[in-house]
């Protein structure tokens, strides 16, 4: 089992920033590939970005590449997502996910552990 605790959500205004971490417990959480997830009210849950297990390839949506990024500290299992010139339109709930086993992938069912979320507002 893994449990995933995420954190540094909150209101920050349109072209502010966010860090969100992820703090992981439970067995082999360092194995496994990482990702972010984000749900805005009324919509389907949605890919955001994702890491391997050693940290050494990085996968973004498009909507988000270039102004987030994903890293992940192994020694203390722990996973970030900065945001950088954020929009309304990331406003959403951001989840932490950890996947099966070392292959990351761009979609929920590849992943067996989620945190509960943490919410993230950008206002205009």
């Known amino acids: 089992q893994v449990q995933l605790v995420e954190s540094g959500g909150g209101l920050v205004q349109a072209g502010g920033s966010l860090r969100l971490s992820c703090a992981a417990s439970g067995r082999a959480f360092s194995s496994r590939a990482a990702g972010w997830f984000r749900q805005a009210p009324g919509k389907e849950r949605e890919f955001v970005a994702t890491i391997t297990w050693t940290g050494s390839s990085t996968t973004y949506a498009d909507s988000v590449k270039g102004r987030f990024t994903i890293s992940r500290d192994n020694a203390k299992n722990t996973v970030s997502l900065q945001m950088n010139s954020l929009k309304p339109e990331d406003t959403a709930v951001y989840y932490c996910?950890?996947?099966?086993?070392?292959?990351?992938?761009?979609?929920?069912?590849?992943?067996?552990?989620w945190g509960q979320g943490t919410q993230v507002t950008v206002s205009s």
């Open positions: 996910a950890a996947a099966r086993g070392y292959i990351s992938g761009n979609y929920s069912w590849q992943y067996d552990y």
